[in-house]
């Protein structure tokens, strides 16, 4: 079979005339034209920078695919008129990538000199870095923290290379080979008035960790939520970069008042260095709100230099501690006072105690005790007496006379009406024993009788003020309800909450948690009270042109009998309106008799008399409108030895040029301040009795009514027990914001 097969015919083949190679001859002559000028500005390139742009291939090969936090700015704090008492400021970080500096042994140098020269670092330290087998390889090493913009930048110029240099080769080889160094953002805290409010604000461990003060407990809420940066990172490129930006924390705006603690702590500050004492606490606080408008805590120190001690101890003392002992002094110093410390809080309760025995029923207004001077309790044989400030008695009284003479004796009386079951509900009544519920970590309960340890002595102890203890914080709020018509509204510093923008995301209004008395019975007490500051032992605490009311405190600390004592004194202005309250507590203070509540109204009426027309409260007892000025105590304005020819002898005693012992006044005294002739002899008064200086160190030791009446303090005896035994943790659950108590809580249907 024969097979066909099909034809093809096939193309011609062109051949590449003269025209075209023509044409071809001048398309390679473009190309190798265009390669050479390519390679000529290649060439210009790598001679110019080459080095720059080799560090940046490098760079990005030899690091891993990693992420950088980008930092949330903490909120600010602003005190209840707008001035910044606490910031954050932007700061850097300086991080070492080692593994990119051993790279290439070029680097090593320029580098180290770099760091050494801008920012002052160790130069071996930088080198042990650099080659320890722990942290050669590490692309994160941290090697100062928190340096300024300032800074950051000066390094920056260090490293750079100005288009118009006039830099040698070498010199840009320098530069360049500067490597593995780049900065982290990060936050400074930084405190503008640095120790003012330091027991209230507290500070920053870190930039979101914080333990102390409005710090502490509101650290969930200042603190906010750090972004990301995802891709390589090197000096001068970043790649594939994916941003998840941060998000700020809220500010907050505080009830605190920047002029009233400014006033408050200069007065104490003038207190420590005249007299000084172990320890002093002042709050002030509105009373119809609850807003905490200044608070003094204790210990000084710098917000932004929290762990020097060197305010409280000497070098040589600072250098002696171990570290349990150091932190001990630091937790000691960091401590607020005003809301943590028990203490018996003394006779400042008695209003409180009279005003619940009235809303109880148990004594009315018109009723009238009678003090000889003393209580016995127990059975013939086995008798207890607790003794009255005077132990002569006041005689018959009316409960404004007993306030104002702050008599124990009608105090024990009126407890008894009460008995132990009422006397207990009105404490749990006012708080004492629990939280107020401040906002501040760490607050103390205080602590209290019950129903199976309160006893007929305990309870006529407790009516005056011993035998139980409490915290500034109770006692102060207590007062106020029983001032301002009865509500009790729990204490807070915290009134908005804002966020990044400034926009108010909260606000914290006075929380009312009860009413303790009615409104006639507060209107009472504040009558009693003013009778104390007319022509009671509160008398020292008068600010000329304003009505005010007070009570004094004294309570001799457990155990009984060792001269060591805590003063206090509470008061309001003005008596029909009150407007501001103050309590101020000195815990022994460092004079040779503590039993005197004299000291705490000096405190208090100098910081009152600048205080009350700073806020603008006008003065009701001044006929022309003005405030009349106010004799403050000598001691305040420096005025330590205004005796002529007068000196301090070798053990610090004040004596004439004779060397005879003297007062204050330049009478000649003995050893124990009674005043003498001069010619040695005691003088006596028309009973026989020694005289004593009312001016010893300058402080009275009495002070005399209008009718030349004695007042001295009511202060206990060594029969008063003592409180129970505290077992509490104050910081257990005390550590986080909280919304107040709920109106089950508070007592409230």
């Not at 209840?80 to 700061?91: H, P, W, Y």
């Not at 969930?220 to 998000?247: H, P």
């Not at 605190?256 to 606490?281: H, P, R, Y």
Request: net charge negative; aromatic share 8%.
């Amino acid at each position: 079979m024969t097979t066909l097969r099909r034809k093809t015919k096939r193309k011609p083949i062109k051949k590449i005339n003269h025209s075209m190679k023509k044409k071809l001859s001048i398309l390679l002559f473009c190309v190798l034209g265009a390669l050479i000028v390519l390679l000529g500005v290649i060439t210009y390139i790598n001679f110019q920078s080459g080095d720059k742009y080799k560090k940046q291939v490098l760079s990005q090969a030899q690091q891993k695919y990693q992420n950088r936090t980008m930092p949330a700015k903490r909120g600010a704090i602003y005190d209840r008129n707008g001035n910044i008492l606490a910031t954050s400021n932007k700061v850097y970080n300086v991080v070492l990538d080692c593994k990119a500096v051993n790279s290439d042994e070029d680097y090593l140098d320029p580098t180290v000199n770099a760091l050494v020269t801008i920012f002052g670092l160790d130069e071996g330290e930088l080198r042990t870095r650099l080659t320890s087998d722990k942290t050669r390889e590490s692309q994160y090493q941290i090697v100062k923290k928190q340096v300024s913009m300032d800074d950051k930048k000066a390094f920056e110029d260090y490293c750079s290379i100005p288009d118009d240099t006039e830099m040698t080769r070498e010199e840009i080889q320098e530069k360049n080979n500067i490597q593995g160094v780049w900065f982290e953002e990060d936050y400074l805290r930084v405190y503008p008035y640095n120790e003012l409010a330091c027991d209230t604000l507290g500070f920053t461990f870190s930039r979101d960790t914080a333990d102390y003060g409005i710090e502490g407990y509101y650290n969930s809420s200042l603190t906010g939520i750090d972004g990301r940066q995802y891709g390589y990172f090197s000096d001068d490129s970043n790649v594939e970069q994916t941003i998840i930006e941060a998000s700020d924390g809220n500010s907050l705006e505080l009830s605190l008042d920047l002029g009233t603690q400014q006033i408050v702590e200069k007065w104490v500050n003038a207190f420590k260095e005249s007299t000084g004492a172990k320890n002093i606490g002042v709050i002030v606080e509105d009373p119809s709100s609850g807003e905490i408008l200044a608070m003094d805590g204790g210990d000084r120190y710098d917000l932004n230099d929290p762990r020097n001690l060197s305010s409280l101890y000497s070098a040589d003392e600072i250098a002696a501690m171990n570290d349990s002992e150091t932190m001990d002094a630091l937790s000691a110093m960091w401590n607020n006072f005003c809301v943590t410390d028990i203490y018996e809080p003394g006779s400042v309760v008695k209003p409180i105690v009279m005003a619940a025995a009235l809303e109880q029923g148990k004594i009315s207004t018109s009723d009238t005790f009678y003090c000889d001077g003393y209580q016995n309790f127990g059975v013939p044989g086995n008798m207890t007496t607790i003794k009255c400030a005077n132990i002569y008695g006041h005689g018959m009284e009316t409960l404004a006379e007993v306030i104002a003479n702050s008599c124990n004796d009608a105090m024990m009386q009126i407890g008894a009406k009460m008995g132990v079951e009422n006397f207990l509900k009105a404490q749990s009544t006012f708080n004492f024993g629990s939280r107020t519920g401040i906002d501040l970590p760490n607050e103390g309960y205080g602590i209290m009788h019950t129903v199976d340890t309160m006893h007929e002595t305990e309870l006529a102890c407790s009516a005056f003020g011993q035998g139980f203890s409490c915290t500034m914080i109770q006692e102060i709020n207590a007062m106020c309800s029983v001032i301002n018509g009865g509500y009790y509204y729990q204490p807070h510093l915290v009134t908005k909450v804002k966020d990044a923008s400034g926009a108010t995301v909260k606000t914290i209004s006075p929380l009312l948690q009860k009413q303790t008395i009615s409104s006639s019975i507060s209107a009472d007490i504040r009558s009693y009270m003013q009778a104390s500051v007319e022509q009671g032992t509160s008398m020292t605490s008068k600010v000329q042109g304003y009505s005010s009311g007070g009570k004094t405190g004294t309570a001799e600390k457990f155990p009984r009998g060792n001269g060591k004592y805590v003063v206090s004194f509470i008061g309001f202005a003005p008596v029909d309106d009150p407007q501001v309250l103050i309590y101020v507590v000195i815990d022994e203070p460092n004079v040779e008799d503590q039993a005197s509540s004299i000291y705490p109204q000096y405190v208090a009426q100098a910081i009152l008399s600048e205080l009350l027309p700073y806020m603008n409260i006008q003065p009701d007892q001044s006929t022309d409108g003005t405030v009349p000025e106010t004799e403050l105590w000598e001691n305040f304005n420096g005025h330590v030895n205004t005796i002529s020819d007068s000196q301090i002898d070798e053990n610090g005693n004040l004596v004439d040029e004779e060397g005879n012992l003297i007062d204050w006044d330049g009478n000649r005294i003995d050893e124990n301040g009674y005043l003498l002739n001069s010619d040695g002899s005691y003088q006596i008064n028309a009973n026989g009795e020694y005289i004593k200086s009312a001016n010893l160190d300058g402080i009275s030791d009495s002070y005399t009514g209008s009718a030349g009446e004695t007042l001295p303090e009511a202060v206990s005896d060594t029969n008063v027990p003592g409180p129970p035994e505290d077992n509490t943790d104050p910081i257990e659950d005390n550590n986080m914001e909280s919304e107040g108590l709920t109106n089950e809580e508070a007592g409230l249907d």
